[in-house]
């Protein structure tokens, strides 16, 4: 049977966007270069948990075309044959680096974008770019890094007006858009201007997004087969939605991810404060090939006992460990 283990590799904690949800207007402290992994470092971590059966690599950040030479690491982990190789970014790079990443093995790309309006783009990720995204986008399809998948997460009353524009947006573009459920991660709180903290009044389930899109376009019909986290639903046979339902329906149970910070940190789930220090097992303990395959073997024998613990305490660095 086909592994569907997954290692997800933030390579930086840089990002040029501040979502409102995700990061603080003036930015967060920052891992120093010499605390980052280097990408000789990543891909021997990734090696070892092609050993230890995962066949996945998503490339994620802060955003990872923030991180200078990415291309190298893809080639890197490209020449380790992986079954699938992604990257999740802002999209605003991708006009620049669409060409080289796929040259250099990069299969797909997932685009985070919360409105397809130029004046909402600033208000949530208080920058300008809504045109590179989309430019980027289409630089993506040309160069072949396709499915193109977008993601989308829901907030009352910031962005759930959209929704419907969004379907359209997937129908005319032909990209799977995906529906997520906000969490409640380290960005929200009383420090955040604009939204405060998460609270029920924010939250837009999935299965309220769905009911609305019935009722404008019609019955959405399950896709065969699972894709991970996310439930996939057709609208008229051909347009791929997805729904990323982590608070309303966790999908922890068939989650075999794991999470890999760009300190080396390695986490069993996002709300895993403590992981694994990767970093040190490679340069103090000078930790071989065996030793760190055994070390990702313990973190994915540890999920089957996490338990995520209750919503209200939650809290994670998504801007650093990636969503
Ligand atoms: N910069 C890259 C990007 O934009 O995709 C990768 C990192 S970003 C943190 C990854 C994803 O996490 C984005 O889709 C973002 O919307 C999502 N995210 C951040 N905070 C979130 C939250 N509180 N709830 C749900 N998704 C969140």
Avoid at 13 to 41: F, I, K, N, Q
Avoid at 78 to 98: E, K, Q, R, S
Avoid at 189 to 207: I, M, Q, Y
Wanted: hydrophobic content about 45%.
């Amino acid at each position: 049977m086909r592994s569907s283990k997954v290692l997800r590799i933030s390579v930086t904690d840089r990002c040029d966007l501040r979502c409102v949800y995700c990061m603080p207007e003036e930015g967060v402290p920052l891992v120093s270069m010499a605390e980052m992994l280097t990408y000789e470092e990543i891909e021997a971590v990734a090696r070892a948990a092609m050993a230890a059966g995962v066949r996945r690599f998503r490339l994620t950040g802060g955003e990872p075309l923030a991180r200078r030479g990415l291309a190298s690491l893809v080639r890197l982990l490209a020449g380790l044959g992986p079954d699938d190789l992604a990257l999740t970014t802002n999209g605003l790079h991708l006009v620049d680096f669409a060409a080289d990443l796929k040259a250099a093995g990069l299969m797909r790309v997932t685009v985070s974008l919360d409105t397809l309006r130029r004046d909402r783009f600033e208000t949530i990720t208080r920058r300008a770019g809504l045109e590179r995204v989309f430019a980027g986008i289409a630089a993506a399809r040309a160069a072949g890094l396709v499915p193109l998948k977008i993601n989308t997460v829901v907030i009352r009353g910031v962005n759930d007006d959209e929704i419907a524009d969004f379907v359209r947006f997937a129908r005319e573009e032909r990209v799977e858009v995906r529906f997520i459920e906000l969490m409640p991660t380290s960005g929200l709180g009383p420090g955040c201007k604009e939204l405060g903290s998460w609270r029920p009044a924010l939250f837009v389930k999935g299965k309220e997004v769905r009911a609305r899109i019935e009722e404008a376009f019609g019955p959405l019909i399950q896709a065969p087969g699972a894709d991970g986290v996310a439930a996939i639903h057709l609208l008229d046979g051909a347009t791929r939605l997805g729904f990323i339902t982590p608070l309303s329906d966790p999908f922890c149970r068939g989650c075999e991810r794991l999470r890999l910070g760009p300190d080396g940190r390695l986490r069993i789930c996002l709300f895993d404060r403590a992981g694994v220090d990767m970093r040190k097992a490679l340069r103090e303990d000078k930790a071989g090939p065996a030793e760190l395959e055994a070390l990702i073997r313990t973190a994915f024998e540890a999920k089957a006992d996490w338990e995520r613990g209750a919503l209200e305490s939650l809290s994670s660095d998504m801007f650093r460990i990636g969503g």
